[in-house]
């Protein structure tokens, strides 16, 4: 299996790369996302500005957004999550829009919500083979979906009710950092490329 993480800037990726490399999986960095519909699956990391990652998906957020929509398996963390969705009001930029919805700042006095936080309503099957209950975010702005249905799971961070999971069409978006969960999050992480696997 070809796994293909976009680099939009988006820090540390050698750790993610570490984290989902091995059981016949060739992960590949790559920066130019003409490229990046080439693979079995498409990873797009969290951490960053949602207008400097926007920029990068630019040039080819047509050819991205059609592959996503043609069935590329695609796995959105945190600010990869967002991209995955029409704009944010983190900054100036167009998401990849494969989810109708905005992204807007948390609704709490504290932010970013840094940390360990539970989930509401976790239905994916997911959550249950990986055993995961509790996962680390890191994290000032959430997802708005126009299409409640495509939420699988919700976290809360003080009065704020957010998508802590989104599934559409062949992308998921995880609003957590499943590869900063101990060993379930990897768990969860692997699980959902196996579920991959062409």
């Known amino acids: 299996m070809r796994l293909t993480i976009f680099d939009y800037g988006a820090g540390n990726l050698h750790s993610l790369q570490k984290a989902v490399s091995g059981d016949g999986i060739n992960v590949t960095i790559e920066a130019d996302p003409f490229r990046c519909v080439d693979t079995d699956v498409l990873l797009l990391p969290g951490v960053g500005s949602f207008t400097q990652a ?64 539970s989930f509401e309503d976790a239905r994916d099957p997911l959550f249950a083979r990986a055993r995961l209950t509790t996962a680390y975010y890191a994290n000032s702005f959430v997802c708005r979906p126009a299409d409640r249905t495509a939420v699988v799971a919700w976290s809360r961070h003080e009065d704020d009710v957010f998508p802590a999971m989104v599934r559409v069409g062949s992308a998921i978006g995880v609003q957590f950092h499943p590869e900063k969960s101990s060993a379930a999050g990897l768990r969860f992480l692997r699980a959902a490329i196996q579920d991959s696997r062409p």
């Not at 630019?58 to 695609?74: C, H, K, N, S």
């Not at 796995?75 to 998401?95: A, H, N, V, Y």
Request: hydrophobic share 45%; proline share 6%; with cysteine.
């Open 54 to 117: 926007a920029s990068c998906v630019a040039p080819a957020r047509a050819e991205l957004r059609d592959a996503i929509a043609a069935g590329l398996p695609t796995i959105g963390i945190c600010l990869g999550m967002q991209l995955l969705f029409t704009r944010s009001d983190e900054g100036p930029g167009e998401g990849i829009g494969v989810a109708e919805g905005v992204v807007t700042r948390l609704a709490a006095s504290r932010t970013p919500q840094m940390g360990w936080n």
